[in-house]
């Protein structure tokens, strides 16, 4: 997990233009017609032979229990958090960061990668399935996508992901954990708020989750690196200052 964490670091040689299209292709496109396969026959068995999975209804008319006026607006703005505009901003202004700082081309674009796979398998998934958003009062206008899976769930979690994969750069330990952990809990966070809203079951969301966590380690993933050299010197060290 160290070596993939910290492949670009590791090998931070640059790809031709050509190698990286070639390894995008091969690596993150090619597989992920088969994340949208399983999405998809996720989807068809929750609105065919599951019917519907009936238990998720009492997970929402709980969350429609639990409404405040504090709660409506905190879930108003981490719903807000993992919607398209948004997440597109975030990315875009990250990305002119990162390229600027690290003139690192090859490695800014692994974020807009993980979301545009995203919302690909995301908007062709809800097409086919064409499943109805949950029997309750919905705090929010319904966008014209169906429920599963849930498009705000998985583009923040293919984002900060990612963003939460970056922060293990962060030399200062202190810092790099509490950069980490608020990444990981923003998709968990816009989840949650979009099960409290109404917008969403659980099952929705929880492959949202699927959708977006698969997108960002296959953009992380995308570009050959060769770390086999560098973990074997990097292990004989270590060994040699054991003796």
């Known amino acids: 997990m160290h070596t993939f964490l910290h492949r670009y670091e590791l090998d931070s040689s640059a790809p031709t233009r050509k190698e990286a299209w070639r390894d995008f292709a091969v690596r993150v496109l090619l597989p992920a017609v088969g994340l949208w396969v399983v999405i998809v026959g ?3 068995l929750i609105t065919g032979p599951l019917d519907n999975l ?3 209804a009492a997970v929402n008319e709980w969350f429609v229990e639990q409404r405040t006026e504090t709660l409506d607006a905190v879930t108003t703005v981490l719903s807000a958090i ?3 505009e948004f997440i597109i901003g975030a990315c875009v202004l990250f990305v002119a960061l990162f390229w600027w700082r690290t003139k690192q081309w090859w490695l800014a674009i692994v974020p807009p990668q ?10 062709t998934s809800a097409l086919v399935v064409g499943r109805e958003r949950p029997d309750v009062e919905k705090l929010d206008d319904s966008p014209p996508t169906s429920s599963f899976p849930s498009g705000h769930t998985g583009a923040s979690t293919a984002f900060y992901v990612v ?6 750069r962060i030399g200062n330990r202190a810092l790099r954990i509490a950069v980490t952990v608020v ?12 099960l409290y809203r109404g917008m969403h079951s659980l099952s929705d969301v929880m492959v949202g989750l699927l959708n977006g966590l698969v997108c960002a380690f296959l953009a992380w993933n995308y570009l050959r690196r060769d770390t086999t050299s560098v973990t074997a010197r990097t292990r004989s060290t270590a060994r040699s200052l054991t003796r």
Not at 163 to 168: H, K, S
Not at 184 to 194: C, E, F, I, K
């Open 82 to 84: 993992g919607t398209t």
């Open 42 to 44: 996720i989807g068809l």
């Open 114 to 123: 993980a979301i545009a796979v995203q919302a690909i398998v995301f908007m």
């Open 183 to 194: 990444c990981l809990l923003v998709p968990l966070a816009v989840g949650t708020a979009r």
């Open 163 to 168: 963003l939460a994969m970056l922060a293990q």
């Open 54 to 56: 009936p238990g998720e």
